[in-house]
């Protein structure tokens, strides 16, 4: 299987501010995916990146397959953007996600 | 359109009854997957299938049962509901070696 931890497990911005996230798994990832969460809410794929730098919008996905490890930064953090973002790799031959618990992000005012 | 649902979206049960929870896809997807997440935590793979009539275990398989009927259903059983149950779960669909679609989920209590 694969262990994840994402770091940090919170993180509070004020409105404008970067944010960067990071991710380290424990077995080598063919698939990697980020994921956002609304309290209560279904989860939202925003960066499908098992490899490289990826960019959509204002998030950009760093993975480094070698190192076993991802980052996510949220550049100029808005209100809406408060939620938990996942990371999920998955193995080689395998579909299955493993899940970190997860990095919980509230931006204020 | 949302491509994955969900139905019920919330359920509540009686411990030692029987609930079957269902999901339907639109992305043409050979792959369906259920999971749970728990208060506080990540979503654990339970059952998944890449084929109609054919179901794979997850990481949490027991207590659980799943059926694949058609492309685009995939049904998670529960025969005998226990307490340990009560969580959110979630449905999704994906293409091999791509990235994966959620439902909405669906809030189970068991009493």
């Known amino acids: 299987g694969q262990q994840v931890q994402q770091s940090p497990a919170s993180l509070v911005l004020q409105e404008g501010e970067n944010a960067e996230l990071q991710c380290n798994f424990s077995?080598?990832?063919?698939?990697l995916q980020w994921f956002y969460q609304r309290p209560g809410g279904s989860l939202v794929s925003l960066l499908y990146n098992p490899s490289g730098t990826k960019h959509t919008g204002r998030l950009t996905s760093t993975t480094v397959t070698k190192e076993r490890r991802s980052s996510l930064h949220i550049s100029s953090s808005q209100i809406t953007d408060s939620g938990t973002y996942f990371c999920a790799p998955s193995n080689t031959g395998y579909q299955n996600f493993y899940f970190g618990k997860g990095t919980s992000l509230t931006v204020i005012p | 359109e949302a491509a994955v649902t969900q139905s019920p979206r919330s359920k509540v049960a009686v411990t030692g009854g029987k609930v079957t929870l269902s999901c339907h896809q639109t992305n043409n997807h050979d792959y369906m997957y259920w999971y749970r997440q728990d208060t506080g935590h990540g979503l654990r793979l339970i059952h998944y299938s890449y084929v109609a009539d054919s179901t794979e275990k997850g990481d949490i398989p027991d207590g659980y049962k799943a059926s694949r009927p058609s492309q685009e259903n995939f049904s998670l059983i529960l025969e005998l509901a226990s307490l340990s149950q009560t969580a959110v779960y979630f449905c999704a669909s994906s293409e091999q070696n791509y990235e994966q679609y959620f439902g909405p989920g669906t809030r189970l209590t068991v009493l």
């Open positions: 077995s080598t990832a063919t698939q």
